[in-house]
């Protein structure tokens, strides 16, 4: 896969479709490589006439890892100190700004899922002219009383995983049945080849633990995202106990005429089922 220098790190990226086609960014949430957006999604999108990037957001996966800097102080995080959170959601948006730079993409329709959602609002507010529309998928506004997770789901979030190859593939199988599709069948098989991928190809814990502490650091975006111009489309699942439906709901209420899609039964994943309606939805919110 090839690498663009942004914001002064490496980025690795892979495209699907026709580079003269129109421009579609990716965002993958905490702790995923851009393997977790589904070669299959990514083609799909490819033949409804987009060129798709997806692409590792620092500190995952194959980009620039920041092994330098010191621990996050997750319970000072957590009471307000945000000063040994070594980057910001902003820088990551930086980064996605400077992706597009380096493939000479001007503005890019974004579709971010989590974390990622978090980081594609904050793309639409610093970088408007970047963003040709907006797809928030199972995120929020960064506004603490809303969004919340589950006390089980947040225990198994700021739970380490293991260092073992097995036992980490067995630890997310448990990760993706407490925070998955309740609505859906679990696909075991699907959960332990993704997380076997995952970790043949970058093992990185640290890496989690730093985007994690830039979520926490950053600030509520529900007022700026009333700037934001660009046709707007919010996903949320009913059933995700990880970020709380009032989380796509406050995002949805805080940019003027955004559309939301609620959808019964999806958790904090894409299942299978889901995925022709999720595609047909961000190509009609696209106009495309």
Known sequence: MPT???NGIEIEYETFGERGATPLLLVMGLGGQLIAWDSEICEQLAERGYFVVRFDNRDVGLSTKFEQAPA???????GGDTSSAPYFLSDMADDAAGLLDALHVH????????MGGMIAQQLTIDHPDRVLSLCSIMSTTGDPSVGRPSEKALEILVTPPPSGRDEFIAHEVEVWRTIGSPGFPFDDDRIRRRAAAAFDRSFCPEGVGRQFAAIVASPDRTARLGEVAVPTLVIHGDGDVLVNPSGGRATAAAIAHADLLMIEGMGHDLPVEVWHQVIDAIVKNAGH
Do not use: I, K, M
């Open 72 to 78: 996050p102080n997750l319970a000072a995080l957590l």
């Open 4 to 6: 663009a220098r942004s």
């Open 107 to 114: 503005a890019a329709h974004v579709v971010g899922v989590s």
